[in-house]
């Protein structure tokens, strides 16, 4: 199964449920940092990739909060 696969399972459960999916994503990250603190961490290239995709993708929304 992919990742995808597996998100859009997630969208459609019931709330309660996707909060206890998220609770064990969260669980999951902070042993992730605990085990491997650089695991966290994006370099400058893939920082600036993710504002760039963030700004295109949600081009209106930004318009809109900088108003």
Do not use: C, Y
Not at 9 to 33: C, N, S
Not at 44 to 61: I, M, N, P, S, Y
């Amino acid at each position: 199964m992919s990742a995808n696969e597996v998100i859009e399972q997630i969208r459609q459960l019931p709330t309660e449920d996707r909060l206890k999916v998220f609770a064990f994503v969260h669980q999951v990250e902070a042993q992730i940092k605990k085990t491997q603190p650089e695991a966290g961490r994006a370099d400058d290239v893939k920082f600036q990739q993710a504002v760039d995709w963030v700004f295109t993708e949600h081009r209106e929304l930004m318009r809109r909060l900088s108003q």
